[in-house]
């Protein structure tokens, strides 16, 4: 009942920068947490950052002082600043959602399609 719909995507080089953005669309529901993850080919999906509701972020350790997640409520949308882009970041990053509906306390996880970033000279 709710699409993820990431952009921002595209070739940088390395040292570059890139801003991506996730917009949640639907009707009857709350987001609880957003965050990104990314896939490399070969490699596991991994978590890159997530954002709570009030504010509060985690990163993983290979991206931390590089990206900065951030989210509007009104809006419900977030967005990961990344700064600083390495080869190793090159990927296809999906915006993840876990969305209450009205009431009910059961929660449920959501994905974008993803979008590629790509880091290369």
């Known amino acids: 009942q709710v699409q993820l719909v990431e952009s921002g995507g595209g070739l940088v080089q390395p040292g570059g920068s890139l801003r991506l953005s996730c917009a949640a669309s639907?009707?009857?529901?709350?987001?609880?947490?957003m965050g990104w993850y990314r896939q490399a080919p070969g490699k596991q999906r991994e978590l890159v950052a997530i954002?709570?509701?009030?504010?509060?972020?985690n990163y993983e350790d290979s991206v931390k002082g590089r990206f900065t997640i951030s989210r509007d409520n009104a809006k419900n949308t977030v967005s990961l600043q990344m700064n600083s882009l390495k080869p190793e970041d090159t990927a296809v990053y999906y915006c993840?959602?876990?969305?209450?509906?009205?009431?009910?306390?059961?929660?449920?996880?959501?994905w974008g399609q993803g979008t590629q970033v790509t880091v290369s000279s």
């Open positions: 993840y959602a876990i969305v209450k509906y009205g009431s009910s306390r059961s929660q449920y996880a959501y």
């Open positions: 954002i709570a509701s009030g504010g509060s972020a």
């Open positions: 639907g009707s009857g529901f709350s987001i609880n947490t």
